[in-house]
T-cell receptor
Framework: GNSVTQMEGPVTLSEEAFLTINCTYT??????LFWYVQYPGEGLQLLLK?????DKGSNKGFEATYRKETTSFHLEKGSVQVSDSAVYFC??????????FGQGTILTVHP | ETGVTQTPRHLVMGMTNKKSLKCEQH?????MYWYKQSAKKPLELMFV???????ENNSVPSRFSPECPNSSHLFLHLHTLQPEDSALYLC???????????????FGPGTRLTVL
């Protein structure tokens, strides 16, 4: 069935370190791919998206590339900040607006 | 108000109580969703409404009863809940384009529910 597998957390980094959070998916067809972020005490916010193979989504210094051959959508950032501490969710969308989410990865960035 | 709002933000209830969660979207969207977020578990989609009709019910126990009176409002009526129902309940909305897999969902801040 459809599923999303994310790198297990928690991930703890120092400020300005490089971040990678792995995400792979199993789905039929060609879904759209998303990364959502949840800051403490808030709902989820869309961070970036890609709608077809080889698309690169980017926002706030974060990037992810839709890799159809490896069914992956890994999240990267070259230099993290303390304010990036949050929970990150990988997801894919199918017709009729349904999203399937990964389990989330907690990121903590220390000064 | 902008975006998606949820009330109350926090709710504590006993197992015999009846309460309701409210969600309102100010984005002109035509689809709304209820999710359950429990610790260490993926987000669980509970209900989907499109054009005010329920289009998905993911095997949710009948002690949860959704209501969508119009495209801007969504309720989740709760009765005789169990302690394991304690979680963050998130509401979301989207502009549902049937033929598209790209339907960005906008989330509210959630209601933190504790069942004693």
């Amino acid at each position: 069935g459809n599923s999303v597998t994310q790198m297990e957390g928690p991930v703890t980094l120092s400020e300005e370190a490089f971040l990678t959070i792995n995400c792979t998916y199993t789905a039929t067809g060609y879904p759209s791919l998303f990364w959502y972020v949840q800051y403490p005490g808030e709902g989820l916010q869309l961070l970036l998206k890609a709608t077809k193979a080889d698309d690169k989504g980017s926002n706030k210094g974060f990037e992810a590339t839709y890799r159809k051959e490896t069914t992956s959508f890994h999240l990267e950032k070259g230099s993290v900040q303390v304010s990036d501490s949050a929970v990150y969710f990988c997801a894919f969308g199918t017709s009729y607006g349904k999203l399937t989410f990964g389990q989330g990865t907690i990121l903590t960035v220390h000064p | 108000e902008t975006g998606v709002t949820q009330t109350p933000r926090h709710l504590v209830m006993g197992m015999t109580n009846k309460k309701s969660l409210k969600c309102e979207q100010h984005l002109g969207h035509n689809a709304m969703y209820w999710y359950k977020q429990s610790a260490k578990k993926p987000l669980e989609l509970m209900f989907v409404y499109s054009l005010e009709e329920r289009v998905e019910n993911n095997s949710v126990p009948s002690r949860f009863s959704p209501e969508c009176p119009n495209s801007s409002h969504l309720f989740l009526h709760l009765h005789t809940l169990q302690p394991e129902d304690s979680a963050l309940y998130l509401c979301a909305s989207s502009q549902d384009r049937v033929s598209s897999s790209y339907n960005e969902q906008f989330f509210g801040p959630g209601t933190r529910l504790t069942v004693l």
